[in-house]
DNA sequence: AATAAAACCGAACAATATGTTTTGTAACAA
DNA sequence: TTGTTACAAAACATATTGTTCGGTTTTATT
């Protein structure tokens, strides 16, 4: 890939974020990304169609990546080690958010954070997916398993939006436990 | 409340859901909805700062009224019925909403529906906490109250997401039994 | 080093949306 | 009937969007 394009993409990004951390998506025009990405107005547009791709592009980016480092990793959950949620990959999610890679959590704690939850929790469903549902990790109880994959997700969303909500006072590891918890009926060998 | 205002403000409502119904709210233009509801300008805009609060207004309304429907029926849930969900205010919310009361459910089923989603399950987080949480119906389990709270919510608000995008193939029992398996470990006498 | 391809810039453009103002008319409540 | 209020129509400044054009710089290749 030429390096002015990669470059320009970056500015794009930077930008984009930086703009996120301050107001919302909605309220944010294609003009002020190009001010702030110090770029022409013909080359926002030579990257992306519209605002709406970015995003896309950006999330798709964000998340792609915390689920694509998550998913070669063993679904083990707290029952394997004794009480503790040592090896779930839950607990590694959490970790790995902590360290706020490219300002993700100023997104997902931002104040109309829906947007990024929704491609937070569509890119976690393929995980579920691929570490529960497809190894028969979930306990038979007459569900239909894409409700199923469905709570999941969406209930992990929600955990992480709950803990960025109250600063991150818990940690992942009481976290992991807490949402455990509420899957107790649901995951299990 | 003068006759004009309530016919106007109601032209408004239904020029909005209309067009709520073909095409996402952010694609839809003030331009538009003063088209569709026939009025002018300057009429629309003595009736609602910007298009943000008409949809609040509308959300209130719409989630209000069924809120407040259900906020004097009692708690219950499936065990006093021996095994049935007979008398859970889950299964009034999802009857109600199968009234499809102005339109309501194309709403909630529309493509980008995050938003009348969260209103609806901000709403909800009222009745979760006067029918259950003021009346120390959640289970003891060491969990935050108001995580608890938002998990219900959150969790009842997918549910009906989900049965929804299946074009509501299940009956409000079937999803009530679903749903109240999910909160299991959560709710109970 | 020379060259062709590409990515970029800046300016301008029409089209559309926003929110306000003004002036006049019609409907309402008392 | 009378004073008040809601509405309409038109115009307005401002801002954004997405595209087009000609020209410049960077890049990869030979």
Redesign the interface.
Known sequence: MDRRQKKTREAIFAAFTSLLAEKSY?QISVQEIIDAADIGRTTFYAHFETKDYLLKDLCEELFGHIIDTAMGLPSGHYHCTCGSAEDSVFLHLLRHLQENDRNILELLSSENN??FL?YFKSNLKKLIVSQYAEKGMLKE???PE??LV??IS??FV??VS?WLSRNRKESPEEMTE?FL??M???IGE
Chains 1, 2 share one sequence.
């Open positions: 909605h829906e947007l929704s109880n007459g569900l894409d409700y469905n709570h969406a209930t929600e955990t709950w807490y918890t509420l107790h009926p649901i």
